[in-house]
C-alpha cells in the first residue's frame, strides 16, 4: 500500500460509496462484541482536515494488536452512510513504520509566518518603556525561543491548534492589545502589550508536535503559565536592576490570564491590565475555536452540529453582498509544510 501523499484523500472530503486507501492517524480505538459475540474495533481516524468514524468487522482482533492510539496507520476501506454520517468500513490495516509527510496529520497555520514574525516585531517596537523593551528583545533575539515560537501550537484542541498557531494567537492579541489600550487610556499600553506577547510563551514547552499535538511531560506536570514565569525569570536573571514591580506585574499577567481557578489560573486577574488581557486572549480563542468548528461543521442546512462546549447549536454562512463572491481558501497541500523541518 506504497502511495505518494498528493494523492492523500481528506477525511471531509470523504462520500459515501468512495474507496479510500491511506495513511490516517488514529485519534481513537475502542474494542467491542457483535450481538453474535464476535470482535469488531471502533476507530476514530483522523488527518489534519477533521474525524471520521472507522468499524473494523473481519480480522478484528487481528488488526487490534498491531496498533495503538496515536499511531498512524494505512488502510483499505469503503465509505458508506450510517445514521446520516459517513462512515468507513476497514477491509485492510497495516502499521506505518515512516510517516511519508506528517503535514497530513497537523494543520498548519494558513497564514505566513515569516510576514507574522515581521508584524509582531513591529508592533512589539512600540513598547516605551526601556526595562520591559530590553525584556522583550531577548526573546526576540534568542535564537533557540524564535524558531520554537514559530512552530508551536497554542492548544492541542479547539483554538489555533496548529503549526504555526501559537504566533498567530499571540500576533492577534497583540492587536486586540493596542486597540484596548487606544480604547481605555487608563491601561498602561507597555505592560499590556508586553503581557500579550508573554501571556502563552510557556506553550514552547508544554506542547510537541509530531504526527499529532501533545503535551509534553513538563506540559502535563507544570503547565505553560508557570513554564512561562520561568522562561521570563531566566531573562530577568541576567538584567541587573530590573524594577520589581513591573517584574511582579509582567508575571501576574501570565498567571492570571486564564480568568478563574476553574480554567486553570492560580490567580485572578488583580489589576486592569491583568483583566484586559484575560478578556482578550478569551475573545481570541474563543473566535478562533468557534470560527474552526462551523468551518468544520458536516451537517448539512443552515445550523451545525451540537457544540458541546457552549452547549448550542450554531448558524453557520455569513452575511453577504449580492455581487460579493466567496473567499477562495488556499490548497491544503500548498500551505507551509516547512514549518514541520526542524
Known amino acids: 500500500m506504497n502511495r505518494d501523499s498528493s494523492s492523500h484523500v481528506w477525511v471531509t472530503e470523504i462520500k459515501d460509496k468512495d474507496q479510500v486507501q491511506g495513511q490516517y492517524l488514529v485519534k481513537s480505538k475502542r474494542t467491542g462484541s457483535t450481538k453474535r459475540g464476535d470482535p469488531f474495533l471502533s476507530l476514530t481516524l483522523a488527518d489534519r482536515s477533521g474525524e471520521i468514524e472507522a468499524r473494523v468487522w473481519e480480522k478484528a482482533s487481528a488488526f487490534s494488536s498491531l496498533f495503538s492510539e496515536g ?88 483554538h489555533h491548534c496548529t503549526v504555526g498557531g501559537l504566533l498567530e494567537h499571540t500576533l492577534s492579541v497583540c492587536r486586540l492589545a493596542l486597540l484596548v489600550a487606544e480604547q481605555y487610556p487608563v491601561l498602561n499600553r507597555d505592560l499590556l ?48 536592576d530590573f524594577p520589581v514591580d513591573i517584574a511582579l506585574r509582567l508575571k501576574h499577567l501570565i498567571l492570571s490570564h486564564h480568568g478563574e481557578y476553574e480554567f486553570g489560573s492560580p490567580k485572578k486577574p488583580a489589576f486592569l491590565e491583568a483583566f484586559a488581557l484575560h478578556l482578550i486572549d478569551d475573545l481570541d480563542a474563543k473566535m478562533n475555536g468557534l470560527s474552526r468548528f462551523i468551518e468544520k461543521d458536516r451537517q448539512e442546512g443552515n445550523w451545525t452540529d451540537f457544540n458541546r462546549l457552549f452547549d448550542r447549536y450554531f448558524l453557520k454562512g455569513k452575511l453577504r453582498k449580492d455581487d ?5 481558501e488556499e490548497p491544503r497541500e500548498e500551505r507551509q509544510r516547512g514549518l514541520f523541518s526542524p
Open 71 to 158: 499511531d498512524i496507520v494505512d488502510i483499505e476501506a469503503a465509505a458508506g452512510s450510517y445514521r446520516g454520517e459517513v462512515q468507513l468500513t476497514v477491509s485492510d490495516l497495516k502499521t506505518v513504520k515512516e510517516v511519508r509527510d506528517p503535514s497530513l496529520f497537523v494543520e498548519v497555520t494558513r497564514q505566513d509566518t515569516t510576514k507574522m514574525m515581521l508584524s509582531l516585531r513591529e508592533l512589539l517596537r512600540k513598547i516605551e518603556n526601556p526595562e520591559v523593551k530590553s525584556l522583550i528583545d531577548r526573546f526576540l533575539s534568542d535564537s533557540s525561543f524564535v524558531p520554537l515560537f514559530k512552530r508551536a501550537p497554542a492548544a492541542k484542541n479547539f
Open 193 to 240: 502589550l508586553a503581557g500579550a506577547f508573554l501571556h502563552d510563551i510557556g506553550k514552547v514547552r508544554e506542547l510537541g508536535v509530531e504526527t499529532s499535538i501533545d503535551y509534553t511531560d513538563e506540559g502535563r506536570l507544570v503547565g505553560h503559565l508557570s513554564l512561562g514565569v520561568s522562561m521570563v525569570d531566566e531573562k530577568l536573571a541576567a538584567m541587573k
Open 324 to 328: 460579493e463572491k466567496p473567499d477562495k
